[in-house]
């Protein structure tokens, strides 16, 4: 039982370049989330998803996409990367979203130049 | 928009003394969670709490969740160098949650 995991772990992108950020879990969960993590600033929510086939923005949307075709999977997409979108990004997921358990995975750190 | 605060921002002791971390909102939260993230890594869950005036011990970490569920605090007794670590709240609302900016706890052996 792997958890969370993502790929790639480091990234180093040049200004207008594209990417997709890798996210799977194991669990069976429903829920899944995408997360930007930049010093000092907590987390905050860039996607999520209740379901296969469905998403919905979180608080920082823009310049993303993401995709939710099956349970397991939950690729987040960087398009026309910018340096604002330097930082470090965290998937999670849980098994329902009330008061459960978010589990985390490693992170991606995504240098922007 | 729902915020947390959290305070201090930045915290440097001695092994063997107390500390406690606050997390207040403005917003009323279904449920508050803390969790620990080492450098590196994700964060990782200590704990849960959804009744308003609830406490939960978990060994030296002692959580209490305020009587109107805005608000939150995390005391640690006798800190050792292993707690060191960045602390997270988080309040949960609609399937989501809302992260403070962390509390950064530093124990010096």
């Known amino acids: 039982n792997a958890g969370v995991t993502q790929t790639p772990k480091f990234r180093i992108l040049k200004i207008g370049q594209s990417m997709t950020l890798q996210c799977t879990q194991d669990?069976?969960?429903?829920?899944m989330y995408w997360y930007r993590q930049d010093p000092g600033m907590g987390l905050k929510l860039i996607y999520y998803?209740?379901?296969?086939?469905?998403?919905d923005k979180g608080e920082v949307p823009n310049g993303y996409n993401v995709s939710r075709s099956t349970t397991e999977d939950f690729p987040l997409r960087l398009e026309l990367a910018a340096p604002s979108q330097t930082s470090v990004y965290f998937c999670?997921?849980?098994?329902?979203?009330?008061?459960?358990?978010?589990?985390f995975g490693p992170g991606t750190r995504l240098t922007v130049l | 928009t729902q915020l947390l605060e959290q305070s201090p921002q930045f915290l440097s002791i001695q092994e063997g003394e107390n500390l406690t971390v606050y997390c207040n909102s403005s917003?009323?939260?279904?449920?508050l969670q803390w969790y620990r993230q080492e450098p590196g890594e994700g964060p990782v869950l200590l704990v849960t709490v959804v009744t308003g005036g609830e406490v939960k011990k978990l060994k030296r970490l002692t959580f209490q969740f305020g009587d109107a569920r805005k608000d939150s605090s995390l005391h640690i007794t006798a800190a050792q160098p292993g707690d060191t670590g960045l602390y997270l709240c988080?309040?949960?609302?609609?399937?989501?949650?809302?992260f403070g900016k962390g509390t950064l706890l530093t124990v010096n052996p």
């Open positions: 917003s009323v939260f279904s449920s």
């Open positions: 999670a997921s849980s098994p329902s979203g009330l008061g459960n358990e978010q589990f």
């Open positions: 669990m069976n969960h429903n829920y």
């Open positions: 988080a309040g949960g609302s609609n399937y989501k949650l809302t």
């Open positions: 998803s209740v379901g296969a086939g469905i998403t």
